[in-house]
């Protein structure tokens, strides 16, 4: 999930992760944030020139001192944005600003910019709350098999979390919508003619952002409706188990909800590699997670993450604003713990309030990639899972696909929420997925959080409690045939 081997000369010393050369974050103070500054999304369209000054004081000073210039703009469209273009940065309302939507910008300055000096130095400034370098983030290597249909269609692994049994109490509501935020799609596959609802293309990454030997494929440069593509499969394999029709493979665990997709990761070759992977600016990700909530997303799917390890300890830790955001807006949030096999910290996953996935075998054993740690909240199957590719199907591997499991069990404890007219909240969401987990299969599973996840138990649970609050559970409903 990161790219430790290039090397990144403008960045702090000591600094292992690698980060755009041309780019920066900047979060102002609260109040601070000039009104003018346009956002992002209409400075992509051309609607809007970015800003080329911001206090007219000591931060412009500072960056034209080692940067010679800059274009600025705010990272964040407002929620409550005029449908006019050219308005995205009004009407940010009192959550926007406080969890600091309505004051990051992100920075384009010249290559050659010794970016992580800067950063330190605008640190210093009392209006600037944090100012880091635009970090990348990568999806994993060797994931996918491509896959005829005669193979194994991957029952066992959805018999595992008891999928049947969850869908004969829940079917899924198709108005829970669920974010994916990730690679782009293949909208035309066969398993999602009603699945996808209208998404977005965050990737703005040039050439010239990418270290030698890094080759950016298909579209990386606008961001606009279409969250379509051609070489990466990552999304497609994560749709496929929350949503799938069960046309040609396992339906989907979310039932019949809809996914937002939201392409935040371009396609990249990386040197020595023949098969593209997913890589994202942290900005490009932390765009399309707001976003994911503002088109109504009510949970989210995270299969991407940063090591902790690799990061400047004086650089703000990445999402932390977005996941803010989302947890004040009432969403539910799932990430991937890692794949490294160890015991590590990977941003979002590691947030309090997310739930951080890890991956088991089909024995029921932790996988020897899944990251561990004390904040893994459950695990779900992730090795050789049969899901959907661009075109297809594919056997997937990582705790990028043991994650949307959860998501789409989330998503079925929404939907029965809704059918039970009871609300539902990611704690008490985060709560029953947790003490209804199946054990592991015996030996080491320390650090892999409280079980298996469990569907159907989770779903029953759910139904306890909402018989409980309404005292002799007179109003309690049944199955998949009521409503």
């Known amino acids: 999930m990161t790219i430790r081997a290039l090397a990144t000369p403008w960045a702090a010393p000591g600094e292992r992760q690698y980060s755009l050369p041309t780019s920066l974050v900047l979060k102002l103070a609260l109040g601070e944030a000039p009104e003018q500054i346009p956002a992002v999304r209409d ?43 050219g308005q995205a940065h009004k009407g940010y309302d009192a959550v926007e600003q406080t ?9 384009r300055v010249p290559a050659g910019t010794p ?14 709350e944090s100012a880091s370098p635009n970090y990348v983030s990568v999806t994993p290597f060797e994931v996918a098999t491509p896959v005829g249909r005669a193979e194994d269609r991957g029952e066992a692994l959805r018999r595992m979390v008891r999928m049947a049994e969850a869908h004969a109490i829940e ?40 270290a030698a030997g890094v080759e950016l494929l298909g579209d990386h440069r606008r961001n606009d409706g279409n969250p379509e593509d051609r070489f990466v499969g990552h999304g497609m394999g994560c749709a496929g188990i929350i949503a799938a029709d069960g046309r040609a493979m396992p339906a989907g665990l979310g039932g019949c909800c809809r996914i937002v997709p939201l392409r935040a990761l371009a396609a990249a070759r990386l040197p020595g590699r023949t098969s593209a992977v997913g890589l994202g600016a942290i900005s490009d990700l932390d765009m399309a997670m707001k976003l994911a909530v503002d088109l109504g997303a009510k949970v989210i799917n995270m299969s991407f993450g940063t090591d902790d390890a690799a990061l400047s300890p004086r650089s703000p830790k990445p999402h932390a604003d977005v996941i803010d955001y989302a947890l004040a807006r009432g969403c539910i949030l799932v990430a991937a713990s890692g ?3 160890k015991e590590a910290r990977f941003w979002p996953a ?12 089909a024995e029921r054993r932790p996988a020897s990639f899944s990251t561990r740690g004390d904040h893994v909240a459950l695990c779900a199957p992730g090795e050789q899972v049969y899901t959907t590719a ?3 199907y594919q056997h997937a591997t990582g705790t990028s696909f043991a994650a949307p499991f959860v998501a789409g069990a989330a998503a079925l404890l929404v939907a029965r929420s809704h059918r039970r007219a009871r ?11 947790m003490r209804t987990a199946q054990p592991f299969a015996a030996g080491d599973s320390g650090g892999c959080g409280a079980g298996i996840l469990d569907a159907a138990a989770a779903l029953a649970a759910l139904d306890e409690e909402i018989d409980r609050a309404l005292g002799d559970g007179a109003d309690a409903e049944g199955g998949a045939d009521d409503g």
């Open 115 to 128: 970016i992580g000096s800067m950063c330190e130095a605008l640190g210093q400034i009392s209006i600037v």
């Open 339 to 341: 794949n490294n096999g």
């Open 423 to 433: 609300p539902i909240d990611a704690l008490t969401v985060r709560d029953i997925l």
């Open 43 to 85: 400075v992509a369209r051309n609607i809007l020139p970015a800003a080329t000054s911001i206090d007219g004081g000591a931060i412009d000073r500072i960056i034209s001192e080692r940067a010679g210039g800059f274009r600025a703009a705010r990272l964040f469209a407002s929620a409550h944005a005029p449908i006019a273009a």
């Open 390 to 392: 661009l075109e297809g």
């Open 171 to 210: 079917p899924g509501d198709d108005g829970v919508v669920v974010g994916l935020v990730d690679s782009g799609i293949g909208k035309d596959h066969a398993e999602f003619a009603r699945t996808f609802r209208a998404g977005y293309d965050t990737v703005r990454l040039e050439s010239g952002d990418i």
């Open 99 to 107: 969890t600091g939507m309505a004051r990051t910008l992100v920075l």
């Open 350 to 361: 590691a947030y309090p309030g997310v739930l951080a996935i890890g991956a088991v075998d």
